[in-house]
């Protein structure tokens, strides 16, 4: 054997491979494709078959004859190239269904146990015999499934570094939660420049083995970056939360990135900001509140008191059959608790005087009381719309603040209607002006929606400066040349005379628009890029942390996610044809 493989060596140098069958040696030339007998194996008569046959390629290099040698193996000697063409598609199928597990954020498992037996039957059902056992060569196990999944990956991964790597400029947000096996999971996003137009994509999943303090953060991205060769002096924002490990004046994560590349512009998430104003509640309606969760926490309790619950609302043909807990840490959970407590109140009430609980019954005697639930409904609700439209990708800084100020007005503007007695934007509440609102109530409101418009001044200490204008419109009148800085005036000006760009202006998005300015006024474009580009909420982060519980659940708690997450949630597709030709089928047993 040590003979035959030395000749194998030489049969590759000289532009021939050896064919397997059934454990016989059968050399076949890769150029003709000729099989030649045994003798034929010596060096000296395949030199001469190549000096005489193929005169030609006797000068070709070692890559030459390797290109033809996986040519002739994708043929399996078939000369009509069915059999290939076959492969090729199982193969491909294989990879298509690895990309739809991975997105559906399912098992690997479900590809052989469910998705192979179903997709044979229904095929040999419509189509017969012949086309199902097509449908049986089709790999779907779960370690293919597994490294289909990871080789897709690695192909997302690479594409979006090198989108990444050619952007000028890029900005990340990141957060860290601990999974379903209390491992600390770290997400990346990024934000950069690419085809005309800002682009975001999911970037990393790392798991941090000991603590989750800044310097472990800033090891897990520094070494992310230096492996892929990312340049911290393109990165111009960093969004996180409000937790002292990312924001901490001395030693926080923003901090030590600030060390690396001064310009970046740190940001701590504008929702999580948003929630802690609004957590402020005046003390009558702390207790309204209260209460409210007692009651709901005494009807969920047990399961017993949950079921006759359902069923008196069933039988009273409600809305709603079952109240919601109430989780403090959820962003719409204190206005969703009571919204269906109020929708529920003439059913809650009905059944706490059939269980004799009297100490909760009193409430909805008390007039006080149901007006401050009304008003904690109605203001819970417009809490709640401004809050969902924060969220969402492709938000910036500009866009919060509009929507910001414009909230913080409607405030004003509620507080001087109630000074007045005028309850008509609060629907639930207004209900009450029949029998009369208690002045206690008036107060109340009034007190916290001070108290709302001062927290708001509190968390967001930017909002009364000025927004830089030429971002958001470089041809508005309302810019003053003589407030832009000097290296960027007269660019500016030859922009805001340029009518061909003025109309470009009106018709693409903001982003796309100073992407595509990039080429002709890269400093002015650059200067409003550095506005646009740096995120403004971790949003991705707790998007990309809902999918992590999908992934990693109990039962696959030993899951390395990263490669399921970011098939899961990436923007960008595998490129499956340029993988698959890099491949060679293999059959399912």
Not at 412 to 433: H, P, T, V, Y
Request: charged share 25%; hydrophobic share 35%; proline share 3%.
């Amino acid at each position: 054997m040590a003979k035959s493989r030395k000749y194998l060596e030489s049969y590759l140098k000289l532009g021939f491979t050896s064919m397997l069958d059934h454990g016989n040696e059968k050399p076949q030339c890769v150029l003709c494709h000729v099989v030649l007998s045994n003798d034929a194996m010596k060096p000296s008569k395949l030199k001469r078959h190549l000096q005489q046959k193929h005169p030609e390629h006797e000068g070709k290099d070692l890559s030459f004859y390797q290109r033809q040698k996986m040519s002739l193996k994708r043929q399996k000697l078939d000369a009509s190239g069915y059999f290939q063409q076959q492969s090729t598609a199982s193969l491909e199928a294989s990879f298509e269904v690895a990309l739809q597990i991975a997105k559906q954020k399912k098992p690997h498992t479900i590809a052989e146990t469910i998705v192979k037996p179903c997709a044979v039957k229904m095929v040999k059902l419509i189509l017969g015999e012949k086309s199902s056992k097509k449908i049986e060569q089709v790999c779907l196990s779960n370690d293919t499934i597994k490294r289909r999944i990871s080789v897709m990956s690695t192909d997302v991964k690479q594409q979006v570094i090198d989108e990444l790597k050619a952007s000028p400029m890029f900005s990340i947000q990141l957060d860290e939660s601990t999974d379903v096996a209390s491992c600390s999971q770290l997400l990346v996003f990024v934000r950069y420049i690419h085809m005309e137009d800002v682009k975001e994509e999911f970037l990393l999943c790392n798991a941090l083995e000991t603590t989750a303090k800044a310097q472990d953060v800033m090891d897990t991205i520094s070494k992310f970056f230096e492996t892929e060769g990312i340049q911290w002096e393109k990165l111009c924002g960093v969004c996180t939360d409000g937790a002292p490990a990312m924001l901490g004046s001395k030693s926080g994560f923003q901090m030590k990135v600030k060390e690396k590349s001064p310009q970046v512009k740190g940001v701590h998430c504008m929702i999580h900001r948003y929630a802690l104003a609004c957590k402020t509640l005046p003390s009558y309606l702390k207790n309204v509140l209260d209460s409210v969760v007692k009651m709901v926490n005494f009807i969920k309790k047990s399961p017993t008191t949950s079921r006759l619950f359902k069923q008196l609302c069933k039988e009273m043909n409600s809305d709603h059959e079952t109240l919601l807990f109430y989780t403090a840490v959820r962003w719409l959970s204190k206005g969703n608790v009571v919204s269906r407590f109020y929708e529920l109140s003439t059913e809650i009430k009905l059944f706490l005087e059939m269980v004799k609980k009297d100490n909760f019954n009193n409430f909805f005697s008390d007039e006080t009381w149901l007006q401050g639930l009304a008003y904690l409904a109605d203001i819970t609700e417009q809490l709640n719309k401004f809050n969902l439209r924060l969220q969402g990708p492709d938000t910036n800084i500009l866009q919060f603040k509009d929507v910001l100020f414009g909230f913080v007005e409607k405030v004003q503007n509620w507080d001087r209607k109630i000074n007045q007695g005028n309850f008509a934007m609060f629907e639930k509440l207004s209900a009450f002006e029949a029998t009369g609102l208690r002045p206690q109530i008036k107060q109340e409101i009034s007190e916290h929606l001070q108290s709302l418009e001062k927290e708001f001044q509190n968390y967001f200490p930017d909002l009364t400066k000025e927004v830089e204008v030429f971002p958001r419109n470089p041809f508005s009148p309302m810019i003053d040349i003589a407030t832009v800085s000097e290296e960027l005036q007269d660019e500016l000006l030859d922009l805001r005379n340029d009518s061909a760009s003025r109309e470009m202006f009106l018709e693409k998005s903001l982003t796309q628009f100073w992407c595509i300015m990039l080429r002709s006024y890269p400093k002015v474009s650059k200067e409003a890029l550095r506005v646009i580009v740096p995120f403004a909420l971790t949003y991705l982060c707790e998007s990309g942390f809902s999918a992590l519980v999908h992934i990693k659940s109990k039962a696959r708690n030993q899951l390395n996610v990263e490669d399921d997450m970011r098939l899961s949630i990436s923007k960008t597709k595998p490129r499956i044809s340029r993988l698959v030709s890099n491949m060679q089928q293999q059959n399912s047993h």
